[in-house]
């Protein structure tokens, strides 16, 4: 038996609709379909293929599918904090999210990261100084600070960081 995600990659237009969700939690199924629609109907026409639901999306088609559809359906603005810094030290990654998702309940992150075995884009709701909370399409609820990194995968940190795959959505 196969599951969700083992023939498909997508994490990253799951991640869009549950930032979505998780700032608008009155959406219905039908209107979250329609989305869901409308989202993978705009990666068809941009990327000349679909061939998206095998590969996954980039942090490119993230922001085209946020500038594009879901800010202006949904009254949202994002910010991407480290757009050009790929460099981004996991301190200061960590610094801007428990800073930027504390102190107002209007915002979530979105972020992709690396793993042994895959690589994947989740939702961010909360930050304490130890771990992440998270609104996953995997049904992942933390990740603990000591796991991660913005460098590389190892044995201690198998969980990689890209900074510069870092939206923060807000109401406006």
């Given amino acids: 038996m196969y599951r969700q995600g083992q023939l498909d ?22 209107n979250t379909q329609e989305l869901f629609f409308l989202i993978c109907d705009h990666l068809s026409q941009h990327k ?7 590969d996954g999306i980039t ?12 800010c ?14 790929a460099e981004a030290p996991l301190r200061l990654l960590w610094k801007t999210l ?14 992709s990261f690396e793993s042994w075995h895959y690589a994947h884009w989740t939702v961010v709701r909360a930050a304490s100084h130890k771990r992440l909370t998270l609104f996953d399409s995997s049904d992942r609820k933390h990740l603990n600070r ?4 913005t460098f590389e995968v190892t044995e ?4 990689c960081f890209y900074p510069t795959s870092l939206f923060i959505l807000e109401h406006q």
């Avoid at 994490?11 to 969700?21: E, H, L, P, Q, R």
């Avoid at 428990?98 to 972020?111: C, H, M």
């Avoid at 000591?146 to 990194?149: G, Q």
């Fill in 9 to 30: 990659s997508l994490c990253g237009v799951y991640s869009v609709i549950n930032a979505t969700k998780a700032l608008k939690p009155r959406s219905s199924l039908l």
């Fill in 48 to 54: 000349k293929s679909n061939r998206f639901l095998i």
């Fill in 59 to 70: 942090t490119p088609n993230v922001s085209s599918i946020l500038k594009s559809i879901i």
């Fill in 72 to 85: 202006p359906e949904f009254n949202l603005t994002y910010s991407k904090p480290y757009h050009r810094n």
């Fill in 98 to 111: 428990y800073t930027k998702l504390n102190d107002d309940t209007n915002r979530v992150a979105i972020i």
């Fill in 146 to 149: 000591k796991s991660c990194s």
């Fill in 156 to 159: 201690e940190t198998p969980i």
